[in-house]
């Protein structure tokens, strides 16, 4: 059982950045690819990157493409979310993920993950 847990989120000003941080009790080699979702009130939850094994393929939703760069540091057992240029409306509670296998679902589909962290709160102030 792989336990995730959420760091670096907080409260920040629009154009301003944040790191994100998600560690994982074991080490990745155990998960396929990870990923962030984030949801705010009265949304769904939402993809917002993905990494695979061994740092590449990523992706990206529409909305944070050219702002958001998604990382993992296999030595630390850590997954990042680099986050720049946030708007009022990245505001929500973002979420790490981890897959331990191959699903025929796409990655940005929640279904897709065995194993969530907790959630780490982003707020982005106009």
């Known amino acids: 059982q792989v336990q995730l847990v959420e760091s670096g989120g907080g409260w920040v000003q629009a154009g301003g950045s944040l790191r994100l941080s998600c560690a994982a009790s074991?080490?990745?080699?155990?998960?396929?690819?990870m990923a962030w979702f984030r949801q705010s009130p009265g949304k769904e939850r939402e993809g917002v990157a993905v990494i695979y094994a061994g740092g590449q393929p990523t992706y990206y939703a529409d909305s944070v493409k050219g702002r958001f760069t998604v990382s993992r540091e296999s030595a630390k057992n850590t997954m990042y979310l680099q986050m720049n240029s946030l708007k009022p409306e990245d505001t929500a509670m973002y979420y790490c993920?981890?897959?331990?296998?191959?699903?025929?679902?796409?990655?940005?589909?929640?279904?897709?993950?065995?194993?969530w962290g907790q959630g780490t709160q982003v707020t982005v102030s106009s």
């Open positions: 993920a981890a897959s331990a296998g191959f699903y025929a679902r796409a990655w940005y589909d929640s279904y897709a993950y065995d194993y």
């Open positions: 074991e080490h990745t080699y155990n998960t396929k690819h």
